[in-house]
């Protein structure tokens, strides 16, 4: 069968592509993927937050500072979906000083339910045993999300930080889903990976579609790595 050659460029191009895939390693392909993640992300914040001005810090704990300057209730409740060893429920507990605080960790602490990225396969992150935190504020919910979202118990708060570090969509879509009808003016939503634009910033781009609140970008650490927003 004799091969013809397309004369339309596009068709050229994409033919090109379809070749360069082939050779394309995984890695690769999560790296362009991550590119186009931060050019949306920019298009975004330039579309339809052109006045925001949001505050550029160096690390998560930074950010999390920021949070808790925003916080204005005597008896906050913080969520946080992905424990893992720790380290952020510890700063939490350690600086949320409000005694009327209320820190909740949500973790299988099996580790990933699915494959994420390119050497994050199931079961990365697994600890087998929720963090030893000695305050009386602090529990911990072990167990999948879409199993212990539904029996938990609300406890009486005056203000929300909800700290999505789930990394997977289906798992940040979950608790975006449950979240959804306690966001208040002045919820506070963190995100600890939001520029994988298959992940995270999926599940909360379907939240914003379909909720009447709006969400200001107010932080961002790492270069765009992990995002703080404010509800209103």
């Known amino acids: ?29 999560a790296h362009l993927r991550s590119v186009l993640s931060y050019l949306e992300l920019g298009h975004w ?27 204005v209730g005597l008896a906050p409740l913080y969520l946080e979906f ?3 060893e720790g380290r952020s429920m510890r ?15 949500f973790d299988s602490f099996e580790g990933l339910p699915e ?3 390119p050497g994050l396969a199931s079961g990365h992150f697994q600890t087998g045993k929720p963090p030893q935190i000695d305050d009386s504020r602090v529990s911990f919910q072990v167990g ?6 539904p029996r938990f118990i609300v406890p009486d708060h005056d203000q929300i930080v909800l700290n999505v570090d789930s990394d997977l969509y289906s798992s940040a ?7 959804e009808p306690y966001v208040r003016p002045g919820t ?37 790595v992990r995002w703080l927003f404010e509800a209103s």
């Open 144 to 149: 999948w999300f879409d199993e212990t979202l």
């Open 45 to 71: 914040l330039g579309s339809e937050h052109s006045e925001a001005r949001p505050e550029l810090v160096d690390d998560k704990f930074a950010l999390f500072e920021i949070a808790r300057r925003r916080i």
């Open 173 to 179: 879509a979950t608790v975006l889903r449950w979240a």
């Open 188 to 224: 506070l939503i963190y995100f600890d990976e939001f520029s994988d634009r298959d992940h995270e910033m999926r599940a909360f781009n379907e939240l914003r579609a379909r909720s009447s609140h709006q969400f200001k970008p107010v932080a961002i650490a790492q270069g765009g």
């Open 82 to 84: 992905g424990v893992f």
């Open 1 to 29: 069968m004799k091969r013809t050659v397309p004369r339309d460029p596009k068709s050229t191009a994409r033919l090109a592509l379809l070749r360069a895939g082939r050779r394309a390693k995984p890695t690769q392909l």
């Open 115 to 117: 494959d994420w990225r």
């Open 91 to 105: 700063w939490w507990s350690h600086n949320l000083s409000q005694p009327g605080a209320t820190l909740v960790g």
